[in-house]
């Protein structure tokens, strides 16, 4: 029996509202295949399954808030399911299940919840707290002056801190928030930090949780908070270095001229696709910028996804990733960006496309800034930022003439790579626009 | 067509680019991709639009010329000559 969990869709998510299923018990699926809709701060999305076989059990209703890490649904195979037939059904799992690294059976805790009276608050003098627990004290806003703690000597501990702010928190919810857990198979890429195709071993590291309360009715106020959390959290984590290069886009303009002229105006280029098809090459010749860094470790991806920065009418962003963008034909490419672009803003996206990215591209360039220097979005190690094409001074075999320029920039995690692999990057990037008809 | 019919399809196909927007409250020379808040992602869907609904192609390096409603409408008397 395979476990269908909620995956977090991006590092500034931990929960969604489920707004329909999309199979019932006994249905076949396969990877890829929706099998949920549901409701985050940013939007609508379609949540896709990773196993292949039947529906077995189906553990949320629609209207019901579901924690990330939590089981959605089980999966049977054939023969599990002719076996269920048979026996009565299995009793759903418990809110919280034991978690590796993470144990707090939900009886415990729930028990904990019923009997604790509003803890007294600790004399100021030193309160012995552990590191993990300060920390997820700090995430959570909770003051440590009225935790109570349970470990020995009084100490206050992991679990300590959860209670408190399950106590504080006017949710539904039964149990305290279960923290987000990875897959414990390298081949289910329920969070952007386990880089499902990279990493041999799964990968946990506890979400940072959103202090204030996720039930905003405006959607405008959830996707601000969102976005705040995780740009926020990137610049407290990652040491950024940027670096920005000019280049001439004589070539890849007339190019482009030349190859418009022959298509249709339904399958004409913009420029933007070209962008990225050179960007996506450029990572293959400079592959560690494409990827993560995870629990003090760079994680290369050899799948480039690349997240396109898209700007919502009504305020916010969204940057969902283009699958396999070195793969693609400048006509996929187009395809993809197209039915994203599309779909972003009607407001439905599919799981993998929010979880997937191993690198974000921005392109502010068209309506009219001439570089951007963005914040990487963890857990992801750059940003590659593109600016507007202007006509600029050129020099040229010591004459000067004008030519259409654009800045690139790099925004890197200092972590996971140094200023000369971000130069080699941009070069890359210069060098694959002069030669646009190589990509 | 007169001015007037391609006027209303101009508009028609404005808003549907620009969900939200007025795009009939433009002044005719104010530049649309201002005044609309859009990008050249809706800018190109509009000529697809425009080139669909009246039967005929727009050349890219045309497009560069069309940026205010009144330059489109001018564009569209001439070609439908």
């Known amino acids: 029996m395979k476990e269908f969990r909620m995956p977090s869709l991006g590092a500034d998510m931990d929960a969604g509202t489920l707004v329909e299923w999309k199979v019932k018990p006994g249905d076949p699926v396969k990877r890829g295949d929706i099998a949920a809709v549901v409701e985050t701060a940013k939007g609508v999305v379609e949540i896709e399954v990773f196993e292949t076989g039947l529906i077995n059990q189906i553990f949320f209703e629609q209207g019901q808030e579901i924690p990330v890490g939590q089981v959605l649904a089980t999966i049977a195979t054939e023969e599990e399911w002719r076996q269920q037939a048979k026996a009565p059904a299995a009793p759903a799992p418990e809110k919280l299940e034991k978690i590796p690294e993470m144990v707090h059976p939900a009886a415990v805790v729930a028990e904990a919840m019923k009997s604790v009276t509003p803890a007294a608050p600790v004399p100021h003098e030193r309160i012995r707290v552990s590191p993990l627990a300060r920390r997820i004290a700090d995430d959570l806003g909770i003051d440590l002056a009225t935790v109570q703690g349970t470990g020995p000597g009084g100490a206050i501990q992991r679990a300590d801190i959860e209670r408190a702010a399950a106590e504080h928190k006017p949710v539904v919810q039964e149990a305290p928030r279960a923290l987000p857990v990875a897959a414990t198979k390298p081949v289910e890429p329920v969070r952007p930090s386990e880089a499902g195709p990279v990493a041999p071993a799964p990968v946990e590291r506890p979400a940072e949780a959103v202090p204030e309360q996720k039930k905003a009715a405006d959607f405008q106020t959830a996707m601000r908070k969102a976005i705040a959390a995780a740009m926020a959290r990137s610049n407290r984590e990652i040491p950024h270095y940027y670096l920005e290069t000019s280049i001439d886009m004589t070539n890849a303009l007339h190019w482009l001229e030349e190859e418009n002229i022959k298509r249709p105006i339904r399958e004409r280029l913009l420029p933007v696709v070209v962008l990225l098809k050179a960007v996506a090459k450029s990572l293959t010749e400079v592959p560690e910028l494409n990827g993560y860094w995870v629990e003090g470790e760079h994680l290369v991806s050899e799948a480039i996804h690349i997240g396109f920065a898209i700007a919502l009418r009504q305020g916010g962003l969204l940057t969902p990733a283009i699958h396999d963008a070195d793969m693609k034909t400048f006509d996929e490419l187009r395809d993809a960006m197209n039915d994203l672009i599309i779909r972003t803003r009607g407001n439905r996206l599919r799981s993998s496309e929010l979880t997937d990215a191993t690198i974000t591209v921005t392109s502010l360039g068209d309506r009219g800034v001439e570089k951007v220097f963005g914040v990487i979005y963890p857990p992801q190690v750059a940003l590659v930022g593109l600016g507007k094409i202007t006509q600029q001074p050129w020099a040229v075999n010591g004459a000067l003439c004008v030519r259409p320029v654009m800045v690139a920039t790099l925004a890197g995690d200092h972590r996971a790579t140094d200023g000369h692999k971000g130069g080699l990057f941009l070069e890359a990037l210069n060098r694959n626009l002069q030669e646009v008809e190589k990509l | ?81």
Do not use: W
């Not at chain 2, 067509?1 to 939200?20: D, F, H, Q, W, Y």
């Open chain 2, 1 to 81: 067509m007169n001015e007037s019919e391609l006027k209303t399809i101009v508009v028609e196909e404005l808003s549907r680019v620009a969900p939200g927007s007025d795009p009939g409250a433009l002044d005719g020379n104010d530049d649309l991709r201002e005044g609309l808040d859009i990008d050249s992602f809706d800018a190109l869907n509009f000529f697809i639009a425009i080139s669909e609904r009246l039967h005929m192609d727009i050349p890219e390096k045309d497009m560069g010329k069309l940026n205010t409603t009144n330059q489109i409408i001018q564009y569209l008397l001439a070609c439908k000559v």
